[in-house]
């Protein structure tokens, strides 16, 4: 029900921020506007939204920057709004966790169908883990099974696979996944990433030899096949 659903909006110009706010609102969304990257932050922070339309360029900052900070805490969808092409290949490359892009100057009508899109996608019946799903997840006892068999896993192999199936067919970039898992990522290189991905293979192996659920994406990152 799109009558429930909120939208924040961030962008530092009015005229762009008004149209989006008039076509949202028109097809039944509620929307709230901010200008800036840090009240966009703490807005995100305290309130739930359902999708953020975020402008790259802003005065305290880029969009890109708020995108990552958001990727610690949440999911919500994020559309990109961008006037430059240079920014489109960041945002295509998913090293940011976008769900989408729009160009400016955009048609408000597209930008209505883009987000009622991708709010139809999470709408739809996704469980986790999917039907057929040969993981068992006990997030409680932090216990995977595989097949059957329970796992034997370190800390960093069982946060990875948690998160794989709890997004299933989902690419996460080796950027994303160190942030999510390793929190600090500070002392941490992308082969950190590859090296407990390679761990995570051989023990999937282990409980079934002729399996790879773990896919890799040349460039992109690394995916569970939901079945
Ligand atoms: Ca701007």
Not at 87 to 97: A, H, K, Q, S, W
């Given at each position: 029900?799109?009558?429930?659903?909120?939208i924040?909006?961030?962008?530092?110009?009015?005229?762009?921020?008004?149209?989006?706010?008039?076509?949202l609102n028109?097809?039944?969304y509620?929307?709230?506007h901010?200008?800036?990257?840090?009240?966009?932050?703490?807005?995100?922070?305290?309130?739930?939204?359902?999708l953020?339309?975020?402008?790259?360029?802003l005065?305290?900052?880029?969009?890109?920057?708020?995108?990552r900070?958001?990727r610690?805490?949440?999911?919500?969808?994020?559309?990109?709004?961008?006037?430059?092409g240079d920014?489109?290949?960041?945002?295509?490359?998913?090293?940011?966790?976008a769900?989408?892009?729009i160009?400016?100057p955009?048609?408000?009508?597209?930008?209505a169908?883009?987000?009622?899109?991708?709010?139809?996608?999470l709408?739809?019946p996704?469980?986790?883990?999917?039907?057929?799903?040969?993981f068992?997840?006990?997030s409680q006892?932090?216990r995977?099974?595989?097949c059957?068999?329970?796992l034997?896993?370190t800390?960093y192999?069982?946060?990875l696979?948690?998160?794989?199936?709890?997004?299933?067919?989902?690419?996460?970039s080796?950027?994303q996944?160190?942030?999510?898992?390793?929190?600090?990522?500070?002392?941490?290189?992308?082969?950190?990433?590859d090296?407990?991905i390679k761990?995570?293979?051989?023990k999937?192996?282990?409980?079934a030899?002729?399996?790879?659920p773990?896919r890799?994406?040349r460039?992109?990152?690394?995916?569970?096949?939901?079945?």
């Open positions: 029900m799109t009558a429930s659903k909120r924040l909006i961030v962008e530092d110009e009015p005229a762009i921020a008004d149209t989006l706010i008039y076509v028109s097809s039944g509620r929307t709230e901010v200008g800036l990257l840090q009240t966009a932050l703490v807005r995100l922070q305290s309130t739930e939204f359902s953020v339309i975020l402008d790259v360029g005065p305290d900052g880029n969009g890109f920057d708020l995108c900070q958001l610690r805490f949440s999911d919500i969808p994020v559309i990109f709004l961008t006037a430059h920014e489109i290949d960041r945002i295509v490359g998913l090293e940011i966790g769900d989408d892009y160009t400016k955009f048609s408000p009508r597209e930008v169908t883009r987000v009622g899109v991708i709010l139809r996608r709408g739809a996704n469980p986790t883990p999917a039907p057929n799903s040969p068992d997840l006990d006892a932090g995977i099974r595989y059957g068999q329970l034997d896993l800390r192999e069982f946060l696979l948690k998160l794989f199936i709890e997004h299933p067919e989902r690419i996460f080796r950027e996944l160190l942030e999510r898992i390793w929190q600090d990522p500070g002392d941490v290189f992308d082969r950190t990433v090296t407990h761990t995570l293979r051989a999937l192996r282990l409980a030899a002729d399996q790879d773990i890799t994406h460039g992109l990152g690394y995916s569970l096949q939901s079945r």
